[in-house]
């Protein structure tokens, strides 16, 4: 079975400051995928960021790039020039090739702004 | 915008009762999952149509059922309803089998029970 483990319930950042948000993951599979989803206070998750395990290199969109470190099942977000517009709650997935394509959720990280 | 439908946004009802919650899945996307979020239990999977079938089941109740007819979209049915139910059920939609595929959710309805 798929676990996922975000062992940070609250954060908080500065404007402009980097934060990493934490991640790790245990899977039987050689086959999966992990992605960060974002949840502003509207409540609708959105996409942030996804990492195909079988690719080495670490993801990047714009101001958010991962860590992923595959040995140690560990997959942290890093947030580069925080802006107001990121507080949020962020949560780490986890997905399967093959059979259910389900996404398995850790429990969250809510990430304040500070201006 | 995902490009996810889903509605109602809200709801509220009592015990006992009946409700069903629909979603239109982005244009061309062949699969549909539904999540439910609550506080106590967090995002968890409860079901998954491709293509009009049932093509897995997490955690989903038995009061609970859920379709996806020809047009793609698909409606969950909750009944027999508990305090308990109350939370935020998302809709979420995807291509379809593959490698690169990637869920989009949409905004969720928020289901009240008094």
């Known amino acids: 079975a798929q676990t996922v483990t975000q062992s940070q319930p609250e954060m908080s950042v500065q404007e402009a400051e980097t934060v990493t948000l934490s991640c790790t993951y245990d899977t039987s599979e050689s086959d999966y995928y992990l992605f960060w989803y974002k949840q502003p206070p509207s409540r609708q998750m959105i996409l942030v960021i996804r990492?195909?395990?079988?690719?080495?290199q670490n993801a990047t969109e714009n101001r958010f790039s991962v860590n992923f470190q595959k040995a140690a099942k560990s997959f942290s977000l890093k947030i580069s020039d925080s802006q107001l517009g990121d507080a949020a709650m962020y949560f780490c997935?986890?997905?399967?090739?093959?059979?259910?394509?389900?996404?398995?959720f850790g429990k969250g990280t809510k990430l304040t702004v500070n201006p | 915008d995902s490009g996810v439908t889903q509605t109602p946004k809200h709801l509220i009802t009592a015990t006992g009762q009946r409700v069903t919650l629909r979603c239109s899945p982005r244009?061309?996307?062949?699969?549909v999952y539904w999540y439910q979020q609550s506080l106590d239990q967090g995002l968890q999977f409860l079901i998954q149509y491709y293509n009009g079938e049932e093509r897995a089941k997490g955690n989903i109740l038995e009061r609970f059922s859920a379709q996806q007819f020809p047009d793609l979209h698909s409606e969950l049915n909750l009944s027999s309803l508990e305090l308990g139910d109350s939370a935020l059920y998302f809709c979420?939609?995807?291509?379809?089998?593959?490698?690169?595929?990637?869920?989009?959710f949409g905004p969720g309805t928020r289901l009240t029970v008094l």
């Open positions: 990492q195909e395990a079988y690719k080495q």
């Open positions: 997935a986890s997905k399967t090739q093959g059979g259910s394509e389900k996404l398995v």
């Open positions: 244009s061309g996307d062949l699969s």
């Open positions: 979420a939609s995807s291509v379809g089998r593959g490698r690169t595929d990637t869920q989009y």
